[in-house]
């Protein structure tokens, strides 16, 4: 039996409120664990922020805290934050992790266990993740499938690393109800024991059997050790002993794997079933505003912030109090009930403020960075930046002296030659930091839209005008093609055609009775999915961008009353159609004013070839999935799966920023896993989810969960009122998706040379090829080094190459998650198909 909690850090409390509560559940905790006899050992949930939380208001209790932890009485970690595994990168999962092993190093070490209890599903890389940490064994709840029915299983990523991973059948709560007293405890056991009896292996005779003493934000039993006694003197088939978690498992299966029964059930890949416990995939759908803030901030540290710092600045130079500022705030926001947003609405006000905070951080680093590499430059002019590891070319935008535009460029603004007034000539006159002689006027300047030309990967080129090849040209007043692909707008239904195939971006929006955590349709749905009115504009003709806007007005119902979406009103949606010279990307911008209520928008798209399974990403990795998901009898399988950035099927690529829903269906947009015989079926169409509007954080009696998933409040955040603005993309046809994602999401960069350096106009600081790259930045606890972690997202395994920015061999070590080195490597490391490598540079 392991006496633990489960803290929820904010949820339908905020988090000051939750903090309050957990301070005085550690004030009594202390003494019990301090006492002999009293407790022998208790669980702070396998997450350190709680400790952190806790001596924020009681800075004094560290020693003590460290002392019961060092002597085995208290376990922390390994994870700061017990995060949602689908709704933030895997970058941030592996800083969650470094986080809490390196905060509990300083407390007395963390608790080497995966405990991963009530998070929504777990990702295909965890096994990986744990094993590149040093951590054999995991504890799971949620996700686990119908083919698993034994208590402990083999689970393991599709690398191969492998688990031994303890099944919480009942959940981690299976031992909360306890009665305080010996014969209503041994009653109660000996019920649980007959509950548990299929899943426990029957051949051993000494098979443990875990029993969890808390659920969620349960306080210490200070009686447990006394009953346990009693239970004990009561029986003699039973014995029952309090300990951690690690000696539970230590003697349920004392060699873990290696000990392990031969016939030991396994399991490859993602755990995402609500076969015996709700998955609760709602979540990846409600308040967009949360997703969206995440994706900007991800890519603001991952793909800029560090990366621009670690390459173009030294290791003296690096902003290591503002990054783990940063990523501190990432961290706490991972936690399931903050980015999920099933929280009441001052809690995701909170978790919508940290992500901003983390933004602004990775942006004023950018800025700073790529202001010295300008400073740095023998060139004067534009010079364009690559922040990612791939060689690419991009739309940038530029300010050229003069009117006349250069060759190949497309005009925005033209302004002439303005005037300063005496006070900003004489502010001006005073600024020590513009050279002398600085004339109080404005020249004549153009703004303008021009291709980048090749830009090295981790590098920079200086701009030179040219013209493009496959320039955007409108085909007619509804339509762009530029060689590569071409798109006409149906002027009837707004949705428009790529290469020939109708019905892209076709918006269905229809009825949602559910709470956060789960889609539910009313009895008596109304869907709209053809607009009153459709008007088209020409934005932009080309040849380097060209934009259409479509306007479709539809009347949607207001709300749902009487389990029936009931009241009216005309909408206006906006979708901003660009095609760029170059790419067979196509860009849609979505925006409108939801002023309804419980809806669900979602946006359809053909795809091209018919397709039994999608392709998403996830963390690390790509995920293949069919179109049936495998349900329960308190949760309806529902194939709306989560992807990260990308999702593929059939011959289509769908990229977005936070959009993380999707599920295949047919041309109508209904649900195939819902029919008969759904596995034998193949769509037509893919689903994206735009909105999901609801108005209960959880509530019973709906049509596909009829169990509660939280308390039953009110929430207005989730209605998602106000401006929607919605960013995503297609490609038919074969693409590299990684790729893909990087020209829609992380654009070229322009910095302006001053020709006062001594760095080339050209050239690069890393080349990195052959795997993808998850990070690049600079290890403080080794020196500084540039650290990298690539990692191979296919089934055949690659060779990754590195070189200095002088074209030399890169040179290193290989390390695991705690920083252990594991190998060395010169110039290239070869890499199975799926693994995740971290890199130490010389």
């Not at 009313?522 to 259409?548: A, K, M, N, W, Y």
């Not at 069919?626 to 308190?634: I, K, R, S």
């Amino acid at each position: 039996m392991v006496p633990h909690t489960h803290w929820d850090r904010e949820w339908y409390k905020p988090f000051q409120e939750f903090r309050f509560r957990l301070v005085e559940l550690i004030d009594g905790l202390l003494p019990l664990l301090e006492g002999e006899g009293a407790l022998p050992h208790f669980m702070l949930d396998g997450q350190v922020a709680v400790v952190d939380d806790y001596l924020a208001m009681r800075p004094a209790a560290e020693e003590r805290l460290a002392s019961l932890v060092t002597s085995g009485r208290l376990s922390i970690g390994p994870w700061y934050i017990l995060m949602d595994e689908f709704l933030v990168s895997g970058e941030t999962i592996v800083r969650d992790l470094q986080l809490g092993m390196e905060r509990a190093a300083d407390l007395g070490g963390a608790m080497q266990i995966g405990y991963l209890p009530d998070m929504f599903g777990h990702i295909a890389q965890m096994p990986q993740i744990l094993r590149s940490a040093g951590i054999d064994r995991a504890v799971v709840w949620r996700g686990v499938p119908r083919s698993v029915d034994r208590a402990r299983f083999a689970w393991s990523s599709p690398d191969g690393s492998t688990v031994l991973a303890e099944y919480l059948v009942h959940g981690y709560g299976n031992g909360a109800d306890l009665p305080p007293d010996g014969p209503g405890a041994a009653r109660m056991i000996s019920a649980y024991f007959s509950d548990i009896a299929p899943f426990i292996d029957k051949s051993r005779s000494t098979e443990g059997i875990l029993l969890m003493n808390g659920t969620d934000h349960q306080v210490p039993r200070a009686w447990l050790a006394d009953v346990v006694d009693q239970v004990n003197a009561l029986q003699e088939d039973v014995k029952l002993t309090v300990c951690g978690l690690g000696e539970a498992l230590d003697a349920a299966v004392p060699g873990g794997l290696a000990d392990a029964p031969p016939d030991l059930p396994s399991h490859v890949g993602e755990l995402r079933s609500s076969a015996r416990a709700n998955l609760l995939m709602g979540v990846a759908s409600n308040r967009v505003d949360v997703k969206q803030a995440a994706a900007r901030a991800e890519r603001g540290l991952e793909r800029r912030a560090e990366p621009a710092a670690a390459l173009f600045g030294s290791a003296s130079s690096w902003p290591a109090p503002f990054l783990d500022e940063a990523w501190k705030l990432m961290v706490l926001n991972a936690a399931h009930d903050s980015v999920c947003a099933c929280s009441v609405d001052e809690v995701v006000d909170a978790v919508l403020h940290r992500y901003a905070e983390a933004r602004q951080i990775a942006d004023a680093i950018t800025r700073a960075t790529l202001g010295r590499l300008a400073a740095s430059l023998s060139c004067s002019g534009a010079v364009a930046v690559n922040l990612s590891p791939r060689q690419r070319s991009g739309i940038v935008e530029l300010v050229l002296p003069g009117t006349e535009l250069p060759d190949g460029c497309q005009l925005l603004v033209s302004s002439p030659e303005v005037l300063f007034d005496d006070e900003l000539s004489a502010t001006i006159e005073n600024n020590p930091e513009l050279p002398s002689g600085t004339a109080p006027s404005h020249p004549p300047t153009c703004r303008v839209l021009a291709l980048s030309g090749e830009v090295p990967g981790y590098g920079w080129t200086r701009w030179r005008p040219a013209p493009p090849s496959h320039p955007v040209a409108v085909t007619n007043g509804f339509g762009m093609t530029n060689g590569l692909v071409t798109i006409e707008v149906d002027p009837e239904t707004g949705t428009f055609s790529l290469d020939g195939i109708a019905g892209f971006d076709h918006l269905v929006d229809s009825g949602d009775h559910g709470d956060t955590y789960n889609y539910s349709p009313p009895t008596h749905d109304t869907v709209i999915d053809r607009p009153e009115d459709v008007t088209t504009r020409l934005v932009e003709s080309g040849p380097i961008r060209g934009v259409i806007e479509v306007t479709r007005i539809f009347r949607w119902p207001t709300h749902i009353a009487a389990d029936a979406r009931a009241g009216s009103r005309a909408v206006e949606v906006v979708s901003r159609l660009t095609l760029c010279a170059g790419e067979a990307l196509v860009r849609i911008e979505t925006s409108f004013e939801n002023a309804c209520d419980d809806h669900r928008l979602r946006s359809l798209f053909p795809l091209g070839t018919p397709a039994s399974s999608s392709r998403a990403e996830c963390a690390f990795a790509v995920v293949e999935r069919p179109l049936v998901a495998e349900g329960g009898p308190t949760e309806r399988g529902l194939a709306t799966y989560p992807s990260r950035r990308f999702v593929q099927a059939g011959d289509l690529t769908v990229v977005h920023e936070g959009l993380l829903e999707y599920e295949l269906v047919d041309e109508n947009g209904s649900s195939i896993a819902m029919e008969p015989g759904a596995a034998t079926f193949t769509a037509s169409h893919l689903a994206l989810t735009l909105l999901r509007a609801t108005g209960m954080l959880s509530q019973v009696e709906m049509a596909y969960r009829p169990l509660s998933a939280g308390p039953p409040i009110a929430v207005k955040g989730p209605q998602m009122r106000g401006q929607q603005s919605l960013r995503y993309g297609v490609v038919l046809g074969p693409c590299d998706p990684y790729a893909l994602v990087e020209q829609f999401s992380t654009p070229i960069e322009v910095v302006t040379g001053l020709g006062l350096g001594t760095v080339p106009g050209s050239g690069r600081a890393l080349r990195i090829e052959g795997a993808e790259v998850s990070s690049v930045r600079r290890s403080v606890r080794n020196g500084g080094r540039v650290e990298v972690r690539v990692f191979n997202p296919k089934p055949s395994a690659c060779a990754v190459t590195l070189e200095g920015g002088d074209g030399s061999p890169s040179k290193g070590d290989v390390v695991d998650l705690c920083g252990r080195t594991i190998g060395s490597f010169s110039g290239t490391i070869d890499l199975g198909p799926w693994k995740i490598a971290t890199l130490l540079l010389q």
